[in-house]
């Protein structure tokens, strides 16, 4: 398209699930919203492709979950735990109506792509922005110019009154803006494959903790027998065995997690490889700029939290947004509103993934820690819920459920 308008209210660059679902929520909310992609849909993602709970019920209240639904992803109501140890637990969602869905993070992503622009976004694919600069017009009317490369070389630069960075853990925006905190300190390496066979159950997600690392499989429709299979090991100290022949390592690492096939899975896609995932920010708002999903700050891909947090941010950042370009005021200050909202979010789910991840990295932790969630299941079922976002941390020091792990714990 050679003579597409390049103004815009907002510039959203990234469309996965944080930005295609804040751009539906703006662009019904009437404003004229962009979105630049440099992948063209669908495309796969290394992802563990669950959607918990909290993501649920998040879908719903952005109106967006019958379009997924549409589509069969598989149900999840429960989440098992494995350690090379043999130790077992198994915690369930409890509260009526709670489950997490399963589907490939292709589709999911495309659907989301469709609906923002049934919204009325404009979305364009193949789009890579390259930089981020602010124009010389007085504060008052100042607009945000990013400047992409189209996939044949075309250099184009697009206008908005914000632009927001949706463009994952090592964003453009982000670097750009000067907001990343640091270099990741925690390298992992997660390989994710398409697999197909039977044998498993398909109520719920399972993961299996080793010192090698954690190997999570989780149904990803409702009816094909199909699954997301993922590996996260530490690049350090597994990245030259996986480089040579990344398949080799994932078959590997699948053959040692204690599945249950009723014969050897047919691996149809991947692998899909990423990380690593420690990518903390200084803020998540610049004067004209705002950062949503991965790339407002990442921790550990183990807890399934990472679409339910893209989501929120989303949910928190179209209000934020919308008043601040209707008003003509986009300065840091009027953003500020959604810093705290997402500080809010992060800061007790930080929190529970730096436990897990002490925990998984020592063998003679996990080991003990999971034989013991075995046997205290209302405390685990509630640990699955908090890592759902479906109850606050905070419930997991409610006498009655704390005293089980005590208890039992003896």
């Given at each position: 398209?050679?003579?597409?308008?390049?103004?815009?209210?907002?510039?959203?660059?990234?469309?996965?699930?944080?930005?295609?679902?804040?751009?539906?929520?703006?662009?019904?909310?009437?404003l004229d919203v962009v979105v630049?992609?440099?992948?063209?849909?669908?495309?796969?993602?290394?992802?563990?492709?669950?959607?918990?709970?909290?993501?649920?019920?998040?879908?719903?209240?952005?109106?967006?979950?019958?379009?997924?639904?549409?589509?069969?992803?598989?149900?999840?109501?429960?989440?098992?735990?494995?350690?090379?140890?043999?130790?077992?637990?198994?915690?369930?969602?409890?509260?009526?109506?709670?489950?997490?869905?399963?589907?490939?993070?292709?589709?999911?992503?495309?659907?989301?792509?469709?609906?923002?622009?049934?919204?009325?976004?404009?979305?364009?694919?193949?789009?890579?922005?390259?930089?981020?600069?602010?124009?010389?017009?007085?504060?008052?009317?100042?607009?945000?110019?990013?400047?992409?490369?189209?996939?044949?070389?075309?250099?184009?630069?697009?206008?908005?009154?914000?632009?927001?960075?949706?463009d994952g853990l090592r964003s453009?925006?982000?670097?750009?803006?000067?907001?990343?905190?640091?270099?990741?300190?925690?390298?992992?390496?997660?390989?994710?494959?398409?697999?197909?066979?039977?044998?498993?159950?398909?109520?719920?997600?399972?993961?299996?903790?080793?010192?090698?690392?954690?190997?999570?499989?989780?149904?990803?429709?409702?009816?094909?027998?199909?699954?997301?299979?993922?590996?996260?090991?530490?690049?350090?100290?597994?990245?030259?065995?996986?480089?040579?022949?990344?398949?080799?390592?994932?078959?590997?690492?699948?053959?040692?997690?204690?599945?249950?096939?009723?014969?050897?899975?047919?691996?149809?896609?991947?692998?899909?490889?990423?990380?690593?995932?420690?990518?903390?920010?200084?803020?998540?708002?610049?004067?004209?700029?705002?950062?949503?999903?991965?790339?407002?700050?990442?921790?550990?891909?183990?807890?399934?939290?990472?679409?339910?947090?893209?989501?929120?941010?989303?949910?928190?950042?179209?209000?934020?947004?919308?008043?601040?370009?209707?008003?003509?005021?986009?300065?840091?200050?009027?953003?500020?509103?959604?810093?705290?909202?997402?500080?809010?979010?992060?800061?007790?789910?930080?929190?529970?993934?730096?436990v897990i991840e002490a925990a998984?990295?020592?063998?003679?932790?996990?080991?003990?820690?999971?034989?013991?969630?075995?046997?205290?299941?209302?405390?685990?079922?509630?640990?699955?819920?908090?890592?759902?976002?479906?109850?606050?941390?905070?419930?997991?020091?409610?006498?009655?459920?704390?005293?089980?792990?005590?208890?039992?714990?003896?």
């Amino acid at each position: 398209m050679t003579n597409r308008p390049t103004d815009a209210d907002v510039i959203i660059v990234g469309a996965g699930v944080a930005g295609s679902s804040l751009a539906g929520l703006l662009a019904l909310d009437g404003l004229d919203v962009v979105v630049l992609d440099r992948a063209q849909f669908p495309r796969p993602k290394p992802c563990g492709e669950c959607i918990n709970p909290g993501g649920v019920s998040a879908l719903a209240r952005m109106g967006l979950l019958n379009a997924v639904r549409e589509h069969a992803p598989a149900r999840l109501a429960s989440w098992s735990l494995l350690t090379d140890s043999g130790a077992r637990a198994c915690g369930r969602y409890t509260v009526e109506g709670e489950y997490g869905l399963g589907m490939s993070r292709a589709l999911l992503d495309e659907i989301l792509v469709k609906e923002a622009e049934r919204r009325g976004a404009r979305v364009y694919e193949g789009v890579k922005a390259v930089n981020l600069v602010m124009s010389d017009r007085p504060r008052a009317t100042q607009r945000v110019i990013v400047e992409t490369t189209g996939l044949e070389g075309r250099r184009e630069s697009w206008s908005a009154a914000m632009v927001v960075g949706a463009d994952g853990l090592r964003s453009i925006v982000a670097r750009r803006l000067g907001l990343v905190r640091r270099r990741p300190r925690i390298k992992k390496v997660s390989l994710t494959c398409r697999l197909r066979g039977t044998g498993p159950s398909r109520a719920g997600g399972v993961l299996f903790i080793t010192q090698r690392g954690t190997v999570g499989l989780a149904p990803v429709h409702a009816h094909e027998p199909l699954w997301n299979g993922t590996v996260v090991v530490y690049s350090k100290r597994w990245g030259r065995g996986i480089a040579p022949d990344p398949l080799a390592f994932f078959r590997a690492a699948l053959a040692q997690a204690p599945f249950e096939w009723d014969g050897a899975p047919e691996i149809i896609g991947g692998p899909w490889i990423s990380g690593p995932f420690d990518w903390p920010t200084r803020g998540a708002v610049a004067d004209g700029a705002l950062l949503v999903g991965d790339a407002s700050g990442y921790f550990d891909p183990l807890t399934g939290q990472g679409i339910c947090s893209a989501f929120r941010s989303a949910e928190f950042a179209a209000p934020v947004i919308s008043q601040a370009v209707r008003k003509g005021r986009t300065g840091v200050s009027q953003l500020l509103e959604y810093e705290h909202a997402l500080r809010r979010m992060v800061r007790p789910t930080r929190v529970l993934q730096r436990v897990i991840e002490a925990a998984v990295s020592r063998p003679a932790a996990y080991r003990v820690v999971v034989a013991r969630l075995g046997v205290s299941r209302p405390f685990t079922d509630r640990l699955i819920e908090v890592v759902g976002d479906s109850l606050p941390l905070r419930s997991l020091a409610a006498p009655g459920v704390l005293r089980t792990l005590l208890w039992r714990a003896r």
